[in-house]
């Protein structure tokens, strides 16, 4: 069963920097693309970011220019830094894998993991 | 960018109802889209991709259908486990609906 478990979510001050990660089981990771989803409290679903299994990085341009996906496949991990954080960027963070390797939809995902951006 | 609509924004309903939620596309997006289910504090679940192929798992009485511009999800006999929130997403720029919330009558 593919599993995919976000870490690294949590309070941090408007103007700041975090890192989260998704680590991967019951797949051969390095062989799918992975995206990044997020939710703000009470709101709809909002596409972040996403890498292909050849490493080609795609991004929302809400975020383009501050965030930075990556992967470590010796690691089945996926990470996205984000920095230069404000309040709008408050939401759950949710890790997908690519369905069938044509990044056009996603399933499974995470459970997710919050953050929040306040002083 | 191409932008989705979703109608109605939420529908109140009694079990084994016939639920049609659906999905407008800004420009045609062929049969690019797929369905996702919802339920409060969890992840999204993958319902229907390519507009009308049921991921695995997914019980049968989800369908989904159209091209172009115009999609339908349709619930044929809405169940318990079924009250949720669905969203459309379509491929080409990965854009979510704003959601459908269906909730008991």
């Known amino acids: 069963e593919v599993q995919l478990v976000e870490s690294g979510g949590g309070l941090v001050q408007p103007g700041g920097s975090l890192r989260l990660s998704c680590t991967a089981s019951g797949l051969t990771f390095s062989t799918y693309g992975v995206t990044w989803v997020r939710q703000a409290p009470g709101k709809g679903l909002e596409w972040v970011s996403g890498?292909?299994?050849?490493?080609?990085?795609y991004y929302a341009d809400s975020v383009k220019g501050r965030f930075t996906i990556s992967r470590d496949n010796s690691k089945n991990t996926l990470y996205l830094q984000m920095n230069s954080l404000t309040a709008k960027d408050t939401a759950v963070y949710f890790c997908a894998k690519d369905l069938d390797n044509t990044f056009n939809w996603f399933d499974p995902w995470g459970q997710g993991t919050l953050v929040t951006v306040s002083s | 960018d191409i932008q989705m609509t979703q109608s109605p924004s939420s529908v109140s309903a009694s079990i084994g109802d016939r639920v049609t939620i659906t999905c407008r596309a800004s420009q045609g997006i062929s049969s690019w889209l797929a369905w996702y289910q919802q339920k409060p504090g969890k992840a999204p679940k993958l319902l229907v991709y390519?507009?009308?192929t049921l991921q695995s798992g997914v019980p049968s009485r989800f369908s989904g259908s159209g091209s172009g511009t115009d999609f339908t999800l349709t619930i044929s006999s809405l169940q318990p486990e079924d009250f949720a929130t669905y969203y459309c997403?379509?491929?080409?720029?990965?854009?979510f609906g704003p959601g459908t919330k269906v909730d008991i009558k």
């Open positions: 390519a507009a009308s």
């Open positions: 890498i292909g299994y050849d490493d080609i990085t």
């Open positions: 997403q379509q491929a080409n720029s990965f854009t």
